[in-house]
């Protein structure tokens, strides 16, 4: 029998309440009689647990009591000060409370781990954002917070981009989700829970109604589950390109990963001077060129023929730009043509 279990059967109890024996079973990944027997063994070390019967009957600790946070290993005692790290919790205007909570978790560990702990938090730190990238100004994520916590709808005008751009809609904020240094709120609005990007709030207001969260929403599952199928959205197309060994060796740098693994698995060898030719997911055409030109004379658009027709097109702009273009010195002056 686990001791490390035991604590998870108290904690868990502590934490959630009622339960009955399935869902403690359940939640550790154990037997029902495994979940039984654990809770008979907490009763026998005089900790109170006590049953109710019928449907909704379950187990429960005696009103009131609470254990001290013990029994946490090396691990897991490092594996805390990952949760409620600095910058995303000033965002969320939570940071003099997760300084606090820091505060008495320290107090409440034995000495050696809180020397542990204080370690691990004195090494680690987050920076969100993305390199060339600052950080997203977000005047209105601490009402979604408030509004998150307390189900309260919130009135909201929104940009988004397509027409019309500016929309007004009521929200029932169920969660926030911080991705690659920017901030979402996952909200209902009229008829579906949708995703909406907090720096493109541009007036929000809670109002007097008030919400419930389906029981069974799971933010973590939703977000998942919207990002699968936003990559499905995203790509409409295809292309065929061929890229140079120097392109193939830039594409991680300036492609996302989906398109780096379709070059990976159709890549075929065009010549003998290195050159593959391969096929990847696009956007649309528009969007297709202008992220292809970043590899400059490294790739080559075969088809469709609308993409490659697009690349010439925009590439004899550009050289018409600038071979009309004259060049200025140093001081000023014109140096000539450029030819």
């Given amino acids: 029998m686990s001791a490390g279990r035991l604590l998870s059967v108290l904690l ?45 009957g379950g187990h429960q600790l005696l009103d009131g009591y609470r254990t001290r946070l013990t029994g946490m290993s090396e691990g897991e005692a490092r594996a805390l000060f990952f949760a409620g790290l600095p910058g995303p919790a000033a965002e969320l205007g939570l940071a003099a409370e997760v300084t606090a909570a820091r505060l008495k978790l320290l107090a409440a560990l034995p000495t050696g781990l809180r020397e542990e702990a204080a370690r691990t938090a004195a090494v680690f730190h987050l920076d969100a954002p993305g390199w060339y990238r600052e950080r997203e100004q977000t005047p209105y994520l601490t009402l979604f917070v408030d509004a998150v916590l307390t189900r309260c709808a919130v009135d909201v005008r ?14 029932r904020p169920y969660g926030l989700v911080l991705k690659s240094g920017v901030w979402y709120l996952v909200a209902a609005g009229r008829n579906r829970i949708a995703t909406y990007r907090v720096t493109q709030v541009l007036d929000a207001a ?17 977000w998942t589950s919207y990002l699968d199928d936003f990559q499905t959205r995203r790509h409409t197309g295809t292309a065929t390109i061929r890229l140079s060994p120097r392109g193939r060796r830039r594409l991680p740098d300036n492609f ?46 075969v088809a469709p023929c609308e993409l490659r027709r697009a690349m010439a097109d925009t590439v004899g702009v550009l050289a018409r730009a600038y071979g009309s273009a004259r060049m200025t010195t140093g001081d000023g002056s014109r140096a000539g043509d450029v030819t």
């Fill in 12 to 56: 868990l109890l502590q934490a959630r309440g009622r339960m009955s024996a399935r869902d403690i079973a359940d939640e550790l990944g154990v037997s029902v009689r495994t979940a039984y027997r654990d809770l008979a063994r907490l009763q026998d070390a005089g900790v109170p647990v006590y049953a109710e019967p019928g449907r909704r």
């Fill in 256 to 301: 996302p990963p989906e398109v780096v693994r379709a070059v990976d698995s159709t890549s075929a060898a065009v010549g003998d001077d290195g050159w593959v030719e391969a096929v990847i997911p696009t956007e649309s055409i528009e969007h297709a060129c202008g992220e292809l030109l970043r590899l400059g004379v490294d790739v080559e658009v």
């Fill in 206 to 222: 809670p109002c007097d109604e008030r919400f419930e969260r389906p029981a069974d929403f799971d933010l973590g599952a939703y």
């Fill in 158 to 171: 929104y940009r988004r981009w397509r027409a019309p751009q500016e929309v007004r809609r009521r929200l």
